[in-house]
């Protein structure tokens, strides 16, 4: 066999097991693309997402990534260069806090199409 066989299958499967152990405590990942919040990947409940498509309304275009983090749900920025303002953190601090980590694990799959935020009721 050739000598660059090895090393390549190892690296391969370092960065396997590294993406493994990134997302092994994260719940889902949430994407804002033109004004709507699109679930990209994970279990979210409905009304939560509902809740976070309230928050992101008029966002920029960014994901956000929810991972578990002390026994707690905590959303963080997937990108290095997305930036929230302080009141849209705290907002966002306010809307997670309220879902305990076993109700987020245990909302049904989403099948098919990408579930999307309802948009808001007009009055």
Request: hydrophobic share 45%; net charge positive; charged share 30%.
């Amino acid at each position: 066999m050739h000598d660059w066989v090895f090393p390549l299958l190892f690296a391969v499967l370092a960065l396997a097991a590294g993406v493994a152990l990134r997302r092994a405590g994260e719940l889902f990942v949430v994407a804002v693309r033109g004004g709507r919040v699109v679930l990209v990947r994970g279990r979210i409940p409905s009304r939560l997402l509902d809740d976070l498509g309230d928050v992101l309304r008029g966002a920029d275009d960014m994901t956000l990534r929810a991972r578990v983090v002390d026994n707690r749900a905590e959303l963080t920025p997937a990108g290095g260069r997305d930036r929230l303002s302080p009141a849209t953190a705290q907002r966002l601090r306010n809307v997670i806090s309220l879902w305990p980590v076993a109700k987020i694990r245990n909302a049904p799959r989403r099948r098919g199409r990408a579930r999307r935020a309802r948009p808001p009721a007009r009055t």
